[in-house]
């Protein structure tokens, strides 16, 4: 059974990059899509970005300028960049694998991880 | 793609029939996923392709529609069925979410 497993820096000054790590268990890559989706506070599921095992991506258009996921095969990990936070960027990250094919369904989600920009 | 879902909140009792609705603002033929989401939990898929159970996901969930409207149903409401409920579109970058059901266990 898959399982993901995430970590990183959970609270970060406005411009600061936010880097979060997540680790694959339990399962190939090849042929999923591995994405990042954040939830602000009290609010909705947004979808960032993924990478595929050939390391192709696709963002969110409204982040592609500050976002970057890659994947590093050896570790079983991929990671998400963003650069230049602001508290817009306050919420809960949640690594999850992307059904293979056309249809991205999401499953399974690493534990999530609060990331808060605040000076 | 837009995905509206409602009713945003809803309050039920255990033992009760539960629908939610989510309409696309194009047609997306049968990409749709269903997912739960406790407070402080990751969400977890129920189904996908609008009718697909997910495997080890109860028997009392499961959904119906294409097109632009699709409905998740419970047919008798567990106590552990309280939550929010997204839908997601499947058919087009970037992928989009519904704004979220609310279920309250009366």
Known sequence: ?119 | IQLTQSPAFLSASVGDRVTITCRASQDISNFLAWYHQKPGKAPNLLIYIASTLQRGVPSRFSGSGSGTEFTLTISSLQPEDFGTYYCQELNDYPRSFGQGTKLEIK
């Open chain 1, 1 to 119: 059974q898959v399982q993901l497993q995430q970590w990183g820096a959970g609270l970060l000054k406005p411009s600061e990059t936010l880097t979060l790590t997540c680790v694959v268990y339990g399962g190939s890559f090849s042929g999923y899509y591995w994405s990042w989706i954040r939830q602000p506070p009290g609010r909705g599921l947004e979808w960032i970005g993924e990478v595929n095992h050939s390391g192709t991506t696709k963002y969110d258009p409204s982040l592609k300028s500050r976002v970057t996921i890659s994947l590093d095969m050896s570790k079983s990990q991929f990671s998400l960049n963003m650069t230049s936070v602001t508290a817009a960027d306050t919420a809960v990250y949640y690594c999850a694998r992307g059904a293979p094919g056309g249809r991205r369904w999401f499953d399974p989600w690493g534990q999530g991880t609060l990331v808060t920009v605040s000076s």
